[in-house]
């Protein structure tokens, strides 16, 4: 049962999901070109002020809400780091709602698309605004695979293909949340326990996401996960991004300039499922992002209806949980120069450019190709291919992924 979802506390989601949630400019950020990783983006010169921020640590504040889903509170978590730049976490879905950074004028604006919370989509949610996907991000073909030898069939949510988890997935969950922090960084560490048989999907699974948003002006997102029986799994954020300002009057992000540190992408048919086959970037020049280039440059060139990019692409160096993150991918907004990195320990990276976005009113305003997501995980339809790197979890193993959104200016 869903209960009043309009009236929201002091900080209100009208603040922190794009409706308005512009900030005064600090002061103006370094006058040193290139993109500025790690320093204080509002550091004021004066020596006073410099040493004031000094002594400013990050910090979390954990706020219930006036909602209730199935009879638990909805609540947001908003993180501030010493630099000013904020994130706001949701219980529900595990939902990254609001990212607010500054410009290169020193003007802070959300860049994470989201519902307004008055819209009757907002649990709902059928972009997946945010979400945190499960158990298996990315499409499964027909819904269907073998595990040891036993044919396992799952909710088909996408045509005759299942989808992010399935009909009610881990976006439509309350998670249990509990704010963290430590030196550096200001966090929420989100778990649900999904039951054997959720959605099709064998044995119990504990999962646990854990956002930090840190001083270097990284948002870094932490999972892991255990099983009692071998299971398939691929977690992923559907964060979608306009690094212009996550509102309906910014337009599209097909004038962000993004390079992918990706030689290969994976082929697909015409239901997006995997053929099974890996194809050469330099082979399809649309696909080809190992130079920076706009977004929209090539997009009349792709033959998909809706036409954009829904593929997922091969990470150079990407796959090995045991080591530090890559680079997946840098994207640039000329007009603002807000500058994100994404750093990943996962073999793929899906970069889809909201081509399902009609920009009407019930969907917030944004327009076809208002929002780009990146999103690091396990190839699609894993289960079934048996040539791409296994997606299997097994009792005593335990699932381990880290990407990292790294923002700055230039």
Not at 62 to 76: C, F, I, M, Y
Not at 205 to 232: G, Q
Request: glycine share 10%; net charge negative.
């Amino acid at each position: 049962m869903i209960r009043s979802l309009f009236k929201f506390g002091l900080l209100s989601l009208f603040a922190v999901c794009g409706l308005g949630c512009g900030r005064e400019p600090g002061p103006p950020s370094s006058p040193n070109p290139g993109f500025t990783e790690t320093a204080d983006l509002t550091t004021p010169s004066n020596s006073a002020s410099k040493e004031a921020d000094m002594n400013k640590t990050a910090s979390v504040t954990r706020e219930k809400l006036n909602a209730e889903v199935d009879g638990k509170p909805l609540e947001q978590f908003v993180l501030t780091n010493k630099n000013g730049l904020r994130a706001v976490v949701l219980n529900w879905g595990g939902t990254l709602a609001s990212v607010e950074t500054p410009d290169r004028n020193g003007k802070f604006d959300n860049i994470v698309c989201s519902f307004s919370p008055d819209n009757e989509r907002f649990l709902k949610n059928p972009p997946y605004f945010g979400v945190t996907c499960g158990r298996y991000g990315n499409r499964i073909a027909k819904g269907k695979f073998t595990l040891d030898g036993t044919e396992y069939t799952l909710a088909t949510n996408n045509g005759g293909n299942h989808l992010h988890g399935g009909v009610k997935a881990f976006d439509k969950y309350i998670w249990n949340a509990e704010p963290v922090q430590g030196e550096g960084f200001a966090g929420v560490k989100l778990t649900l326990v999904s039951p054997d048989g959720d959605e099709g999907y064998p044995g119990t699974l504990t999962s646990v996401v854990t956002y930090k948003l840190t001083d270097k002006n990284e948002l870094r997102i932490e999972y892991s996960a255990t099983t009692d029986k071998a299971t398939p799994l691929n977690l992923t954020n559907h964060g979608y991004w306009n690094l212009k300002g996550a509102r309906a009057e910014t337009g599209t992000v097909l004038d962000h300039v993004m390079h992918l540190n990706c030689d290969s992408y994976i082929a697909v048919d015409d239901e997006s499922i995997p053929t099974g086959k890996l194809t050469a970037v330099k082979d399809d020049s649309p696909m080809d992002f190992t130079k920076a280039k706009p977004i929209g440059q090539d997009l009349g060139k792709l033959t998909n209806d809706p036409q954009g990019y829904d593929h997922c692409w091969v990470i150079n160096g990407g796959g090995d949980s045991t080591k530090e993150p890559v680079l997946a991918a840098e994207v640039r907004e000329p007009s603002t120069g807000r500058v994100m990195r994404v750093l990943t320990t996962e073999p793929g990276v899906q970069f889809y450019t909201g081509n399902y976005l009609p920009g009407t009113p019930d969907v917030h305003g944004f327009a076809k190709h208002g929002g780009f997501c990146l999103e690091t995980q396990k190839f699609p339809d894993s289960p079934n291919q048996l040539s791409f790197p296994s997606c299997i979890l097994k009792p005593g193993e335990t699932y381990r992924q880290v990407t990292v959104h790294v923002f700055g200016v230039e």
